[in-house]
């Protein structure tokens, strides 16, 4: 550590860390312990914590109880918005690896909320696909995805542990998805949750509200993806228009000095 620096020296021990966590540990493998990091360093127990509590913020470190400290392999970029890809294709796209384990695969009867974005009645049969995602080895989203029953004859037999519900949609039962409309909030994890994605009761994750229609206009998807907050980042891509004429912009407040 250089005492003669104006870093505090938990900032020149995060330094440190930050450069074995990109050239030295992968992704899922144990850090030393706090200990051990004190007498490598010359640092206090204080200073460790400090510094390690700023990388798990970042998403590149794990705690997990009772286990330590992995590399988390950073947050993982998801596009929000403008394309309409599958949580799947876009991960892969990045070059990252993504692999689902189901734990939920069946009919079910539509809530009054799902009956609503699929445009059903209350009590309809729907196929649920519930998947854990984990990228980079580390559990990362849960998805509670619904579909009308009768979109696809023969769903139920598919392996959805490594291949593209979208790919699979259009690939075997012609079923293209046009166009969607995409909502994220952050909300306090519940038991189920937290449990599946290695989080306490009530920790905050990000939850994306996915509608999904066909060139015809029929809804054929709904679902929602739980996102840990600390390995999660989205990514909205913008293209400014042409500038409308004032009178073509509803529910624009006209100043005289002008606005951004």
């Not at 490598?40 to 470190?61: K, N």
């Not at 709904?222 to 409308?244: I, K, W």
Request: with cysteine; charged share 25%.
């Amino acid at each position: 550590m250089d005492r003669d620096s104006r870093l505090p020296f938990y900032a020149q021990l995060k330094q440190l860390l930050v450069d074995q966590l990109e050239h030295t540990w992968k992704a899922g493998e144990r850090l030393p312990g706090e200990v051990t990091l004190c007498e490598r360093y010359g640092v206090s127990r204080t200073v460790v914590r400090q510094a390690l509590d700023e990388l798990q913020a970042e998403g590149r470190i794990v705690k997990r109880k009772g286990q330590g400290t992995f590399a988390s392999g950073g947050k993982v970029d998801e596009t929000l918005f403008q394309s309409l890809t599958g949580l799947h294709e876009d991960v892969t796209a990045r070059g990252g690896t993504l692999v689902s384990e189901v734990l939920r695969f069946e009919f079910t009867p539509a809530t009054s909320e799902i009956a609503a974005e699929l445009e059903i009645a209350d009590g309809s049969p729907v196929v649920y696909l519930e998947r854990l995602r984990h990228a980079n080895g580390e559990p990362w989203v849960l998805t509670r995805t619904y579909l009308p029953h009768d979109l696809a004859p023969g769903l139920l037999e598919e392996d959805f542990t490594r291949q593209s519900l979208y790919a699979v949609l259009e690939d075997r039962y012609g079923v293209r998805l046009d166009h969607g409309r995409r909502l994220v909030e952050a909300v306090p994890a519940s038991v189920a949750v937290a449990e599946a994605l290695g989080l306490q009761e009530h920790d905050p994750v990000l939850l994306l509200h996915s509608t999904s229609w066909d060139a015809s206009g029929r809804p054929v998807e709904y679902f929602l993806a739980y996102h840990r907050g600390d390995r999660s980042r989205f990514q909205v891509h913008l293209r400014r228009r042409s500038r409308p004429a004032p009178d073509k912009v509803p529910g624009m407040l006209l100043t005289e000095n002008g606005g951004s």
